[in-house]
């Protein structure tokens, strides 16, 4: 007969294997089908000639790899939060999230391109982020969500500013993401998010700009 001791850590184990599997359907898996239609299918694909297409799937990638992250983030703080609420926030926030990734690898496949091959790595970091930061504390946890929200809805706003100007359905789709994040970041300061250590916020942008360099191109 199994102890308690050996129940709770059978529990523990239990939910370990349950993120890891979670994680390896995130990277490897196709997204699973959005909830909400991609606002990019309100528009027919542009013709784009091949130095413009390797371009703007160089930028959806990065977006697609962003995606990835906030999957990693999120889940990461999930799977240590405290209190019942903010873990079901999370998840529903890491919910709408997917289907950001579900319409960028959509996207993806029509510029005839691939997500990048660094995803599991970004994955497992922002995980080991997401869960750390939450160890620490949820406002540390949801303060993490607002500087990356705030992080991510910058470098989208550059991104609709270097797509060609015909390429509405690339466009739309960066535009409700963008609105997407911005809610995310304003729901975890409502919650009581507190602002980050002075240098975490430079090394999380560090951080970003390599993702962003690699991802661009692998």
Request: some cysteine; aromatic content about 6%.
């Amino acid at each position: 007969m199994k102890s308690q001791s050996d129940i709770r850590d059978l529990s523990a184990t239990d939910r370990l294997l349950g993120e890891l599997n979670r994680g390896l359907r995130t990277v490897f898996a196709l997204a699973d089908s959005p909830a909400r239609a991609s606002p990019g299918a309100a528009f027919s694909s542009p013709p784009l000639n091949d130095d413009e297409r390797l371009h703007v799937a160089g930028l959806m990638r990065i977006n697609h790899t962003g995606e990835i992250c906030a999957q990693g983030l999120y889940f990461g703080q999930a799977a240590v939060a405290r209190e019942p609420d903010l873990k079901a926030h999370l998840l529903h926030a890491a919910h709408e999230e997917g289907d950001h990734l579900a319409w960028c690898e959509s996207r993806l496949t029509e510029l005839r391109s691939r997500p990048s091959l660094f995803n599991p790595f970004w994955y497992a970091g922002a995980f080991a982020i997401g869960s750390t930061a939450g160890l620490i504390g949820d406002r540390l946890s949801l303060g993490f969500v607002v500087e990356t929200e705030r992080q991510v809805e910058s470098h989208l706003g550059e991104h609709l500013q270097r797509l060609p100007e015909s390429d509405q359905r690339s466009r739309a789709v960066l535009e409700q993401m963008q609105s997407d994040e911005r809610a995310h970041g304003a729901a975890a300061q409502a919650r009581g998010a507190v602002a980050l250590p002075w240098p975490i916020p430079r090394i999380m942008q560090a951080a970003a700009d390599f993702m962003r360099a690699v991802a661009y191109r692998i």
